[in-house]
């Protein structure tokens, strides 16, 4: 027979680690598979402690199956327990390290110093303090009024037709990519090369199928988009990523007139970066000329407001609209109430268009500076719009230039990081400025002229 | 040649009008493709207006590709316009109507009139005007701090093992299964049957594959297992989901043995509302058994805080933490960082704590008026915990029993609503009582009473 032998402390309940003492012995197997137990009379008499304690700690242990209780013979040790390894805490594998390089050429970058955090804080407050009853579930879309904001403010900034019904929102570009491919879970995508490569990933993550389309100076070639298998074409029409080519309307018509030839095709736009455009105002997206519902519009508040406010949106068409509601009839919306609530208040007071206008400024500024300090060593492209430009020196090898960089101290990555097929500009990075501060161009470019000195 | 009669009005800038009205024009087909249009200072003299207006409209218009410019031949409509269909807004399809039924017996219900709301909008004011850092991007599975109060929450509370390396916070289940199918792409899930009904249409939604296996006393069949295609084991050993079943450690043992068996295999423990026991205290989770590496931890604050609180959590065992660390290189939290914040003050202060403890009365007592109301009638099973219980009529038929109860305005759901294969309880109700207040109880089931009655 086991003795019992616990050292109780006056910590924790006397049951509870009894309790505990009693796993431990059958964990360790001091206590085997069928081996009878002390009668609990006998065990608080023994260990000094009242009937109740004993009950009860043989009570949890029932419940959890440790122990089994037999008619006129007491507790045993249940069958079976053996197999249970002895658990041990876990070692913390190492995270691997990422390179510590100055990311100011950084195509994702975000300047939220100038952003009104006193406003939003203010809003924030507003939003949680008035509204408790947000903390009940709302509608798996999102939130009437943000759709409703939401739509408004597309159709006036954006030449976006479309209504409240046919918005979703989601948790940044994963929580409406979870949508969309729900909606088209057999689709083959047609994705732009050069092209996003986050998508990329997540398609190769999930194991969806794709095909690379190749981009020419109007944007996808519609030529190749109807050769390949592609029944869904991600695009960006307004700022293409990476060239940041604006497609002009014909190639609009062209990549609409190929979606309207087939049932199950659709044109993705994702309108990233339109916002900001500094030749002219930012184009209206492809979806306000889509009269034959054939046009995802996707978009979201990463860029213009911060990284962190996981809001993004899709606008479906009609059809997968009614799809929506027959796959979804359950699901529940990924973006914070709370934070629906702020973005609303956001937008609606205005607070959101002054924004945009003020980072856009600030944003030109830091482009002009770029633009500047590079002037006269190699060739510029895509500088009209966006937070990025693409930067030429012609007979150069980019990975060599990307490996100087780094050497230098700087993250700069080459235009064929984006390519599944060719690089079409050999010799060309992709800077982005909307973080580097004006007073910092030149100096970056200086360092960067050193590096690449052969 | 078209006439150019545009009616101006002031309240935007005359460009922009001039600007809408030749797009008005070409959209109609006024003017048609490979037109001339006039020359920009004849426009500029026949409507009156300035030179740089009609610069800045045809501009404009160039940018986005409705018009070519020709050297000496001046402006022209660009070819392929033509195709491009008239918009229109489009109409608002209707929204389909849920019948307006009494949700009193939901088994999703949470109230949330107990929670502190006064405490958490005061930690969200915090989080956010303290935090403007926050804007700026986070961590991809989730900020350190709130991981690091989780780990040790569910160390504390659950038994469970991890370190905060191990933690990856997502936007609700939505966010935490967007996670686990791109790490597990390929995998045959095994569903307990009768089980979650959201999870199955979610991996219908995305055409992945999945077998029932059925669940008795104990909790899933480990031999219906074993001879099942799954690989990846979904299972509520905490409380079944809907049976209410406690799995034993035995039975827990065997099912930690199959997942040892074959390289690939994994039980993801969904951990939903094991913080609500009635019997004794809450049963340590599986995970803190598993010494293979083996168990994916999943859970949520959906139930514990409130629906609209978009945070869940996956723990991670060490392989796939290594194959995570290669998939989700530049993925982004799909959480909102302030919301993170929040919620790691709340955790930290001792505010989720002691909320657990007022709820978990509330819903006993809410649970114990249930049962009395019933108490009688018919059969009561998985009573000890959660947030609903089983109702038996012998011999009634489950749909009959839906459809009396829907004509007396109350929505429940029987059993054979969670099954793929035979309904284990013919003639059971699913009832929930988180949303049913104590006094509503006795009124509630005579209702039911009196609609069952033949």
Avoid at 167 to 175: H, N, R, S
């Amino acid at each position: 027979m086991t003795e019992f032998t616990p050292g109780f402390d006056d910590k924790t309940p006397l049951y509870d680690q009894l309790y505990r003492y009693i796993v431990s012995l059958i964990r360790s197997g001091e206590l085997t598979q069928g081996e009878k137990l002390p009668s609990k009379r006998r065990l608080a008499e023994h260990l000094g402690v009242s009937l109740t304690t004993v009950e009860k700690a043989y009570g949890l242990l029932m419940a959890e199956g440790y122990l089994e209780s037999y008619p006129r013979s007491g507790c045993r040790v249940s069958p079976a327990l053996a197999a249970i390894p002895v658990p041990s805490r876990n070692a913390s594998p190492p995270t691997p390290k990422r390179e510590e390089l100055d990311e100011c050429f950084s195509t994702s970058a975000v300047d939220t110093s100038i952003f009104p955090f006193s406003t939003w804080a203010r809003l924030s407050r507003e939003a949680v303090y008035q509204n408790p009853e947000l903390l009940q579930r709302g509608e798996g879309q999102g939130d009437w009024s943000l759709r409703s904001a939401l739509s408004d403010f597309l159709h006036q900034y954006r030449g976006v037709n479309c209504s409240p019904e046919q918005v979703m929102l989601g948790a940044g570009l994963e929580g409406v990519m979870w949508i969309l491919l729900q909606l088209l879970p057999q689709a083959v995508f047609g994705l732009e090369d050069p092209g996003y490569g986050t998508l990329r990933k997540l398609l190769d993550n999930l194991g969806r199928r794709y095909v690379p389309v190749p981009v020419d100076e109007k944007g996808m070639e519609v030529s190749a988009l109807e050769r390949s298998r592609a029944e869904v074409a991600y695009v960006t029409p307004s700022h293409q990523f990476p060239l940041g080519i604006v497609t002009p309307v014909g190639r609009r018509g062209e990549l609409l007139r190929w979606a309207y030839e087939k049932p199950g095709r659709y044109l993705i736009e994702d309108d990233y970066d339109s916002e900001f455009r500094y030749a002219s105002r930012p184009i209206p997206a492809m979806q306000g000329l889509d009269n034959g519902g054939r046009v995802i519009y996707v978009g979201t508040f990463s860029r213009t407001i911060a990284p962190s406010i996981r809001v993004a949106y899709l606008i479906l068409p009609p059809e997968l609209l009614e799809l929506y509601h027959q796959k979804f009839h359950h699901a529940s919306a990924t973006v914070s109430r709370f934070e629906q609530e702020t973005l609303c208040r956001f937008l609606t007071s205005g607070a959101y268009g002054r924004h945009l206008r003020r980072v856009g400024n600030l944003y030109r500024k830091r482009r002009d500076a770029l633009c500047s300090a590079l002037e006269g060593w190699g060739e510029l492209r895509g500088t009209d719009g966006g937070l990025h430009l693409l930067f030429t020196l012609p007979g150069r090898e980019e990975v060599d230039l990307v490996a100087r960089a780094a050497k230098a101290g700087y993250r700069v990555r080459g235009l064929g990081e984006y390519c599944l097929g060719k690089d079409p500009l050999p010799g060309t990075l992709v800077l982005g400025f909307a973080g580097l501060p004006e007073a910092r161009s030149e100096g970056a470019v200086a360092d960067l002229k050193k590096a690449f000195q052969k």
